[in-house]
């Protein structure tokens, strides 16, 4: 009898420990999102029921928008002589100048082969929260961000961090 009370409880901790756990979901990007290509430079895939806004005033900035949320790519061609290691720590000043708070980022290396920088970070005067995928080379930067309200992000932060991990830069030589 105790070792079946023993068992059972192991197994009922084994259920509750899954059941607890936010499940991880996995996005099948070629099924479930839509390849963009800028050129033949830069490719990316955004989610199916987000829409392209061809009605933006900044043609330099593409849009993608779903009711309060908005995923952007941003090429930023760079004439400046800054060195490449003082990138992250330039852009993350910036942000912070834009009125970005609580702004953080760490490095990763993503399925394309790039290393690229995750900065995260809130507005608080709009309570707008976001997560920036960018990628510093030496001639420009390739900005793939995504912007929502901060209930809306951290509910679907983790699927759209996928789409933003797909970014790839094609390089030429």
């Known amino acids: 009898m105790r070792t079946f009370l023993k068992i059972f409880t192991v197994i009922a901790l084994i259920l509750v420990f899954f059941a607890c756990g936010k499940k991880e979901v996995v996005v099948s990007l070629e099924k479930e999102g839509v390849e963009y290509k800028v050129g033949d430079q830069v ?5 199916k029921d987000f829409t392209l806004d061809t009605n933006s005033e ?4 593409i849009r993608f928008i779903k009711d309060e949320e908005v995923i952007t790519y941003t090429t930023i061609q760079d004439d400046t002589d800054n060195k490449l290691e003082d ?9 912070e100048e834009d009125g970005a708070s609580e702004v953080g980022y760490k490095t990763e290396k993503i399925d394309s082969g790039l290393k690229i920088y995750e900065f995260t970070g809130i507005f608080e005067a709009t ?3 976001f997560e920036h995928v960018v990628y510093f080379t030496d001639q420009a930067t390739y900005d793939f961000a995504y912007l929502a309200p901060q209930e809306v992000y951290d509910e679907n932060i983790p699927v759209i961090l996928q789409y933003l991990q ?4 094609h390089h030429y030589s």
Request: overall charge positive; glycine content about 8%.
């Open 58 to 61: 900044n043609k330099q900035i």
């Open 87 to 95: 990138m992250p720590e330039l852009y993350a000043g910036q942000l």
């Open 166 to 169: 797909s970014l790839t830069v």
């Open 127 to 129: 309570g707008i929260k």
């Open 43 to 47: 490719s990316f895939y955004y989610p």
